[in-house]
């Protein structure tokens, strides 16, 4: 089945161009398969992932837990399909049942809580906790599970691990291995999203909660934050036929100026209930007057930092052409993770909100750069549109969301180049792009005359009339050419190196260009700042991992 051919993982798959030049690439994938036999519409892995999730439960354990006791206590509820631990601020286990009778029955078995000197909410949620009372049910093993890593490795061990690679292009793939979200991690996000749908549905019975961005658009690296959508089209979205005579019945339904207003105070309820009454969630904040008001808060158990929007469906079909473009061939997402993570080695993206570039920009300005190649590598948004089948349109508030979700009906473009090409082509393209003058839009596949004075001009793809990165200023951009231009340089020079060899290689490559600035100040100091050459901070950086070993 599909699952089990994910649990295997390290999925073996060959590009149409690969084949030509017979070269295998390994790509270690989770939802988003390229042009394989698994390939799934992103609705359909919507669906399927979320059902999973209503199906899991989280809870908390000893770190020295019998996982085979464990698992046999629980199956009194019913077939476990599958399982796994994690640590976060303690152990934790995800169970998925096979049926979702088993929730039912383990709801009836759960006790409250026994605390002395404080009271409890009784919201019954599916984030349990296991104890183990006088004479254990669970006795503890000497070991204890092994647990599935939730979080990327330190960045001087990913150096170390891309410089024994004796490519770019396996330098790329396996940087994705170490930095990609796991099978895991994807369930651990759509069960949180799941636990917040019980939340919300106190209010809203038929909402969904459902993950958008980075955890579902292919380009997520592990420890991302956990973008939410509080969806009640259930509930708006479906009217049933108004009959042209005759009597009709509809709901009474408390009324606001603007959708906007309508958002706020829906985000206010929920984000109040999540604050009082959702277990494990801390440091709940309200935005609600950003352009997109949203609720921000830290769900403990699972470490995420989420987001939980609502009535944001576009930003849904934004994640969903991401996760396209990114299924079309594997080097999309290979570049994508390349250039993300090498920007956040440069401070060129923050996880603080501010005058820098952002991931979703960044990859956009990579999409274009695909575009804009001499035989472009993906192909246009409005190719795409045209493509599209009667059941693909979409007009979300008046703009045209429509494009073809079928990846079969794409024809493949002719591209050959390497990884190693395209990565310098990148910092080539943007070193000497005219950004004074024109505008990035994939939905063109071309530069275009810029329609405002800023900085930097990226077409929101489907809210034609903003750019996505009109928070960037100039002295942000000009930091993002310099280091274009000292990327490629990089490159070039990592080209005509002899790679080191032995038990800790030099960084060439990749992982030369992943090397941070000795000294790298925060985001606050670093206008000043004046860059070392890049041969004096390999230096470094190897002098400091010789100290490790
Ligand atoms: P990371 O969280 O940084 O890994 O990437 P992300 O793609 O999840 O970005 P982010 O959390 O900032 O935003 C989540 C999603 O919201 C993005 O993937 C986009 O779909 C959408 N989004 C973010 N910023 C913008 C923007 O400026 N304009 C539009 N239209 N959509 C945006
Ligand atoms: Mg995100």
Known sequence: TYFDQLSRLNVLFITQY????????????????????????????????????????????????????????LSIHGDIKNSFFYESYGTYAVVEFANQESIASLHEAVNLPVVSNESVVPFKSRLLSLRSLGAAVVPNSQTGPKCKPQATIPLTELIQRLSKEESIDHQVTSLMKAYQVTEENTRLRFLVCSLLKDIAAAYFP?????PFGSSVNGFGKLGCDLDMFLDLDGISGRNVAMPKAGLVLEYQMKRSNSERAVTQ????????????????????????????????????????????????????????????????????????FAVRCWARVHSVTSSIPGAWISNFSLTVMVLFYLQRRATPLIPTLDHLRSLAGPADKSVIEGNDCTFV???????????????????????????????????????????????????LHIQNPFEVSLNVSKNVNAAQLERFVALCQEGAWQLEQSATLTRGTGHAPSPW??????????????????????????????KSLLESLKNKI
Not at 518 to 533: C, D, L, S
């Open 18 to 73: 690969q084949v030509k030049e017979l070269r295998w690439v390994n790509y270690f994938l989770t939802d988003a398969q390229t042009r394989s036999e698994g390939w799934k519409a992103f609705d359909a892995i919507q669906l399927e992932r979320q059902e999973q999730a209503e199906r899991s439960v989280l809870i908390s354990c000893h770190s020295k837990t019998n996982e085979k006791k464990f698992l046999k206590y």
């Open 405 to 455: 979700s079928d990846l079969s009906k794409i024809q493949p473009q002719d591209n050959t180049e390497t990884l190693e090409q395209l990565l310098c082509g990148f910092f080539h393209f943007y070193s000497t792009f005219p950004f004074a003058r024109k505008s990035i839009n994939i939905r063109k596949g071309k530069e275009q005359t810029k329609p405002e004075v800023v900085p």
């Open 509 to 538: 490559g990749l992982a030369a260009l992943l090397v941070p600035a000795a000294g790298t100040p925060g985001i606050k100091g670093r206008k000043k700042r004046k860059r070392e050459p890049a041969s004096e901070r390999i």
């Open 265 to 336: 105070s829906i985000l206010s309820v929920v984000g109040e209930c999540v604050d009082r009454f959702g277990p494990g969630c801390v440091g709940v904040q309200k935005i609600l007057n950003a352009r997109c008001p949203l609720v921000r808060f830290s769900h403990q158990p699972s470490n995420f930092q989420c987001d939980l929007t609502a009535n944001n469906r576009v930003a849904m079909k934004t994640s969903e052409l991401l996760y396209l473009y990114g299924c079309l061939d594997g080097r999309v997402r290979g570049l994508v």
């Open 206 to 210: 038929e909402c969904n909660v459902r």
